[in-house]
Structures are given as C-alpha cells and as structure tokens.
C-alpha cells in the first residue's frame, strides 16, 4: 500500500512465531520491519536507522520495556507507539495513555486491528506539516526532520535533538535571515521557566556540534538567527 511506502517499523517481539507472523503481514504492505526481541538491539536500531513507528509487546519484561517508552519520550522521540499486551490491565494502559501512545492492542492480534492501528500510525506522520517546516534544508547537505524532531546528516543518517533543541531550531527556521531577541527565546524555548545565557550558549553549542559550526549565528547583546 503506498501510504506504508518508506516507512520503517521497529517491532519488539519476545514471541518468535508471532513476531516472525506479524513481521511479514507488515512487509506485505510495504512496510520496512526491523524485528528484535530484546532492548539492547532495540537501542542499537534506533542510533543506526530512522524510525516512523515502534511496536512493542510489554508482556515479557514489562518493566524494562515501559522505561524503555519512557525514556524514548524523554528524548522527545515523538514516533507512535502501538503498545501489545494479553490483556488491558488498568495500570499499565494508564501509563500508556501518559506515553501518549497511539493504540492498546490486546493479544491474540487480530490482523484488521493491527492494519488498523498501524494506518492511524502512519496518519500521523504525513502532511500537511506546519507551515514554519516547509523549507527544512540547511547547509553543507544537513536538512531538519520536522516529523521525528531530528537532524538528518549528509549520509542520511538521523541525529536526535532535544526538546529545547528543536524548539529553537524551528524558531530559527521559521525566521530565517532575522534576529531573533533573547527574550523571544526565552518565551518559545524556556516557555514556562526562566533562561539563563550561560544555558542559552550551551544549547547552541550543542546544536552545533550535532549539525556544523556556522548554523547560528550570535549576535552579541541582541539574539541569534540562521543567515542561510
């Protein structure tokens, strides 16, 4: 199906069988899977590939796989989560709806569920994009990913931002080639809490070093903006 096209699913699976089922229903659709029944891999395919959607059975290992959701979250990797569990327990469907995850499938999964959750997924990450994301590219071959909050090297390869981080990417992009005040920044970045310029230096740093040195530029006593 052409709305599955480009589209890679990283699914966690202890079960081999119903992992192994599950994997080629969503090929046959046109979707990349990348399977692993374990976090360590998980991790690993997450720096080495860019995800669209995860699929994850909580019911081996619950605990480490709901930190797992968490933490992803907490690096503001906003991919929807399809959560699989035998059976919808009150708890654990609770912190699932905090993790803003997309649907709750309960075992055994019936294949119109599963093509259904993965379609609202999928509806997710297609246009429109905001208006201030339409001209993304940067220099030196980098370009903003506007869906999973990144920046995509000239390889292709994806680095994560953080929140703050894409927050003030996007500001910038949104106002290319104008200055943007410090208490601008402040208001869109920091929002509800106080910046400091010790942490506004930081952050840009850290920008930097993710994409390439010139990507902002200071403007001493007044702001930053992106001159490109």
Known sequence: MDIFKNLTILYIEGDSQCREQNALLMREIGLKVLETDNLESANNLFRQHKIDIILIDLNMHQKERMTFLQFLRYKDIIA????????SDKEILLEAINLDTTRFLIKPLKKNELLHAIKI?????????PAILVNNELNHGFSYDPINKSIID??????????KEYLLVELLLKNKRQIIPFDEIERVVWQNSSMSMDALRTLVRAIRKKTYSDIITNYSGIGYKMDF
Do not use: H, R, Y
């Open 80 to 87: 929807p989560i399809i959560i699989i569990a035998d059976d």
């Open 121 to 129: 997924a999928s509806d997710k990450l297609l246009p429109p994009f």
């Open 154 to 163: 000239p390889t292709g390869e994806p680095v994560q931002l953080s929140k």
